[in-house]
């Protein structure tokens, strides 16, 4: 494939290399924290948290990395031929799994709970049940995020 392939495959891995960091960082300490502290200020924080990520280089991020990476599945389409081409395929599936993830269960879990008020009755109950589904749904979506970052790796190999 061309070499502006290997450069959008760089910039692919680079991508859902920093998004798996962000998504990481989450699962690994991140909520772990938000899930010590009293359940009113792991919503509130929660919910500040999710407006502030809604932002620019966020967006750019995340989605301009699903750009390029819808690009490379049709390029791995394209030259399915190349030796390439299934490692370009994967990376892309995966990370648009992963966004699919992300727009099917954590955000819908985020707009229920930016919803919720602070002086909520229960609100411990309300936060166990969001952190419980939230956290699972975003170890899959940071997998799907490495698992991409490799195959966008192994398919930059294997233009070399």
């Known amino acids: 494939m061309a070499n502006w392939v290997f450069n959008l495959s760089f910039i692919a891995a680079v991508g859902t290399g920093m998004v798996a960091g962000v998504l990481f960082a989450f699962s690994a ?4 924290a938000l899930s010590r502290i009293s359940a009113v200020y792991g919503v509130s924080a929660m919910q500040s948290i999710n407006i502030v990520v809604q932002n620019p280089l966020c967006s750019l991020l995340f989605f301009g990395t699903g750009l ?5 599945i049709v390029m791995a389409l394209l030259g399915w031929g190349d030796y390439e081409a ?3 395929f994967a990376g892309g599936l995966s990370y648009v799994f992963a966004l699919l993830v992300t727009g099917a269960f954590n955000v819908p879990l985020n ?9 909520t009755q229960g609100i411990s109950q309300v936060w166990d049940r969001f952190y419980a589904k939230w956290i699972v ?7 799907a ?3 991409s ?5 192994l398919a930059m ?4």
């Open 149 to 153: 970052s490799v195959f966008f790796i």
């Open 86 to 88: 299934g490692y370009l």
């Open 29 to 32: 300490f991140v909520m772990k």
């Open 137 to 143: 749904w975003n170890h899959v979506r940071t997998a």
């Open 68 to 72: 390029i990476s819808l690009t490379l």
């Open 145 to 147: 995020c490495v698992v």
């Open 157 to 160: 190999l294997e233009q070399i």
């Open 111 to 119: 707009n229920k709970l930016a919803s919720v008020k602070l002086d």
